[in-house]
């Protein structure tokens, strides 16, 4: 899938009682293609969250477009957005937003259910193997850990096999080894045709990345790739 923003800004009102807005992003434009891992990076505030989540369908941007393959996603009902999100995009939240009240595979299995698509067990109980929560699957996600949390919402953004990732801090309240495990992972969804696209304002990653951006005062600047 070829995904691209064209002259993407995001503005803001301010409080009520306070005249004019604040400008978060500016003006960007930007091509993601399959198979590449972006890693943009920048201070908190920067806007580079904002951009993720307009890029990832979640927040309609003040100006611009997002295409995927041709198609503005801004132009289609909430619907068939939602339905559009679910088949092509894994999304890594940067809080932890799994069903404490289900299982960790039910929780990974969530987006099939979504589609209407039919639960791939074996899917789900590969991908938890993979990230070391086999013996978690029939745990309630109440009770996990901060770094269980992640990797299963890793899990969670692969079960659908989608065209794009999109991962915000995924590697903010983890361990060093737990970072490398989940970079390993996007590393792997690129390498088998998937685009990846992580924000984050640490050092750690940068280093993956094919193509390296920073997001300084809502303006996009590329480094490398």
Known sequence: MQITAHNISKSYRRGKGIQGSVQVISDIDLSIE??????????SGSGKSTLLNILSGILSPSSGEVCYDGSDIYSINDR???????????????????VGTLTVRENVLLPSAVIGEGKDIS?????LEQLGLQQLCDVRANVLSGGEL???????ALINSPSVIFADEPTNDLDEETSHLVFEHLRKAADSGAAAVIVTHELFGRDKADVLLQMRQGKLIREKG
Request: hydrophobic share 35%; aromatic share 8%; with cysteine.
């Open 34 to 43: 399959s198979g590449k891992v972006y890693v943009i990076y920048g201070r």
């Open 80 to 98: 068939e957005l939602s339905l559009l999100r679910c088949k092509e995009v894994g999304y890594i939240p940067q809080l932890h937003t799994a």
């Open 123 to 127: 899917k789900a109980d590969k991908l």
């Open 150 to 156: 992640r990797r299963l919402s890793i899990a969670r």
